[in-house]
């Protein structure tokens, strides 16, 4: 199976007999697989962070094998090399040191570059996520949101430049593909109507909002 030439050591069963997993999703309703991509989830030295170690080849992999499933797809830049959430943004290695000036270049030409890599290999994406639970902003320090005394926050300015230069490169490589602007803490309702107020203010470009939502943390 398509399931057997990627996962040749995992196994999975259902009821005692051994199963695809994909086709369980598959049959159950589920037409979508996300897939998240890092810059590179390797130390210097060349061992692997773990987590899937999700690099462009192994995303790639994984973008074929699920399309060969018949799902849709859309990819999550992470836009660092390892996970990226409301706690943690690392500016990718090999992006450290630049200015914001060269950071919105840089972000431009990874996703485009990335996107055409893509392509080239067969892969189509229905949408792109620029950037992962950015709630408190992206590649800290330089697009983190900053806490006032008054509650409000600051640097959206820098954040929606970096945003905007990501949508840019989607929209430049396929019109038709969708932008998805990813947070969290959906249940912080003042915190979204501020990052949206700012967003609609600075004109910024995209068609989808999508949330991470854990009730563990965020209730119900």
Same mark, same amino acid.
């Given at each position: 199976?398509?399931?057997?030439? #990627?996962?040749?050591?995992?196994?999975? +069963?259902?009821?005692?007999?051994? #199963?695809?997993? +994909? !086709?369980?999703?598959?049959?159950?309703?589920?037409?979508?697989?996300?897939?998240?991509?890092?810059?590179?989830?390797?130390?210097?030295?060349?061992?692997?962070?773990?987590?899937?170690?999700?690099?462009?080849?192994?995303?790639?992999?994984?973008?074929?094998?699920?399309?060969? +499933?018949?799902?849709?797809?859309?990819?999550?830049?992470?836009?660092?090399?390892?996970?990226?959430?409301? =706690?943690?943004?690392?500016?990718?290695?090999?992006? #450290?040191?630049?200015? !914001?000036?060269?950071?919105?270049?840089?972000?431009?030409?990874?996703?485009?570059?990335?996107?055409?890599?893509?392509?080239?290999?067969?892969?189509?994406?229905?949408?792109?996520?620029?950037?992962?639970?950015?709630?408190?902003?992206?590649?800290?320090?330089?697009?983190? !949101?900053?806490?006032?005394?008054?509650?409000?926050? @600051?640097?959206?300015?820098?954040?929606?430049?970096?945003?905007?230069?990501?949508?840019?490169?989607?929209?430049?490589?396929?019109?038709?593909?969708?932008?998805?602007?990813?947070?969290? =803490?959906?249940?912080?309702?003042?915190?979204?109507?501020?990052?949206?107020?700012?967003?609609? =203010?600075?004109?910024?470009?995209?068609?989808?909002?999508?949330?991470?939502? +854990? @009730?563990?943390?965020?209730?119900?």
């Amino acid at each position: 199976t398509h399931f057997d030439e #990627v996962n040749d050591k995992a196994k999975y +069963y259902k009821d005692g007999k051994e #199963v695809d997993p +994909y !086709l369980i999703f598959k049959n159950n309703g589920i037409t979508y697989s996300r897939l998240r991509l890092w810059v590179d989830p390797f130390s210097k030295d060349g061992k692997p962070y773990g987590a899937g170690t999700n690099d462009l080849k192994t995303t790639i992999k994984l973008a074929k094998l699920m399309q060969n +499933y018949g799902f849709h797809l859309y990819l999550d830049f992470h836009y660092s090399d390892f996970w990226a959430d409301p =706690s943690k943004q690392f500016i990718p290695k090999s992006w #450290v040191g630049l200015s !914001l000036e060269e950071l919105i270049k840089k972000i431009y030409e990874y996703t485009y570059e990335t996107l055409t890599i893509f392509k080239k290999e067969g892969i189509h994406f229905d949408a792109i996520q620029t950037g992962n639970e950015i709630t408190n902003g992206m590649l800290w320090p330089i697009g983190k !949101l900053k806490d006032n005394p008054d509650g409000s926050r @600051s640097n959206y300015k820098s954040l929606f430049s970096l945003l905007r230069s990501a949508g840019k490169a989607v929209r430049d490589f396929d019109k038709n593909i969708k932008i998805i602007i990813h947070l969290e =803490s959906a249940h912080q309702k003042n915190k979204w109507i501020e990052y949206f107020t700012y967003l609609e =203010s600075h004109h910024l470009d995209y068609d989808y909002v999508g949330t991470s939502y +854990y @009730s563990y943390w965020h209730g119900t």
